[in-house]
């Protein structure tokens, strides 16, 4: 390889189905245009520079990612730049997972198929949390909005939504980690299963409602289906103050539902209404840090 090789990826919005998603229920979820930019250049490695403190879990992404498409670990070297804030939800690890895999078949004259891209995608992103559904790598590979079920390949549904669906994106003042909110979980899992799976089971039947409801362009339907779902993820015991926080500004300001995104505790919310750059507007002046994502134009574009 003589010349740098370039891969970018995007982030992800899941509206609906987290952390049921890693124990086999469906999650809706849609990429989205943010994302992460990597460039690979020949060098001492395996090193990744980032905005980021080094940190021994990129050291082994760009090992692991070499190995892959068969370039040597030692002289491979990856710099990223990411316009995805980190721990807020919004699928951070994933995309810097898939760029930089992007980035080295690339640079070893490598063509993916999207299959590839999904199955070492979730292998990369397990570098970064213990077991992850794979939801998030698939967003960071398909770009568009769709149904996903964890599986030796998953199962992914396209799902074009009946009218533009205006999400708002809220973020809470602290990062967290999904790791330990997934791991939390997990603990409480192995001590009441029948609970647990239970409410997962509740969490399976609310997102193909709110699927259907995306279908039909049933607006009131889909965030009647956040509602329902951000009560069950508190169930779960993955829910903060600080989410909950967000979730009634959202609803205080005209949503039709909210929930939070992702892996939970202090990271971000997701509301929907008929008119989200006023429901957006409404959160700023509540000093909420904001995100309008367009589901229909994110799926065109993918
Ligand atoms: O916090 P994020 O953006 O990494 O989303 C995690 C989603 C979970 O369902 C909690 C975990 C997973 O692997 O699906």
Redesign the pocket.
């Known amino acids: 390889m003589e010349k740098a090789a370039h891969g970018r990826a995007g982030g992800?919005v899941?509206l609906l189905g987290?952390?049921a998603?890693?124990y086999g229920r469906p999650?809706l979820a849609t990429g989205i245009a943010l994302g992460v930019d990597a460039t690979l250049e020949v060098g001492q490695g395996p090193r990744l520079v980032s905005d980021e403190p080094d940190d021994d879990r990129g050291v082994r992404l760009v090992a692991e990612v070499a190995r892959a498409v068969g370039l040597d670990p030692s002289r491979t070297i990856v710099r990223v730049r990411s316009a995805l804030p980190a721990g807020r939800?919004?699928?951070s690890?994933?995309a810097l997972c898939v760029a930089v895999l992007r980035a080295a078949a690339a640079a070893a004259k490598r063509a993916l198929t999207v299959d590839d891209e999904l199955a070492l995608g979730r292998r990369f992103e397990a570098i970064f949390?213990g077991?992850?559904?794979?939801?998030?790598p698939a967003a960071a590979a398909l770009g568009s909005c769709f149904r996903f079920v964890r599986g030796e390949p998953p199962d992914v549904t396209p799902v074009v939504p009946g009218r533009p669906i205006g999400l708002v994106v809220g973020f809470g003042e602290r990062p967290r980690s999904?790791g330990s909110?997934?791991g939390g979980l997990r603990a409480r899992w192995e001590t009441d299963r029948a609970r647990y799976e239970g409410l997962f089971d509740e969490i399976g039947a609310i997102v193909d409602d709110g699927i259907r409801a995306a279908r039909a362009g049933d607006l009131a339907a889909l965030g009647a289906a956040f509602d329902r779902n951000q009560a069950v993820l508190e169930a779960l015991g993955v829910s903060s103050r600080d989410v909950e926080q967000l979730v009634a500004c959202a609803r205080a300001a005209g949503a039709l539902g909210a929930k939070l995104t992702?892996?939970?505790a202090g990271?971000a919310a997701i509301a929907v209404g008929e008119n989200p750059e006023a429901l957006a507007a409404a959160l700023r002046r509540r000093g909420v840090t904001t995100l309008i994502v367009d589901v229909a134009r994110e799926t065109q574009a993918a």
């Open positions: 992800k899941i987290e952390h998603v890693v999650a939800g919004l699928g690890s994933a949390h077991t992850p559904s794979g939801v998030d999904t909110a997934v992702g892996g939970g990271g």
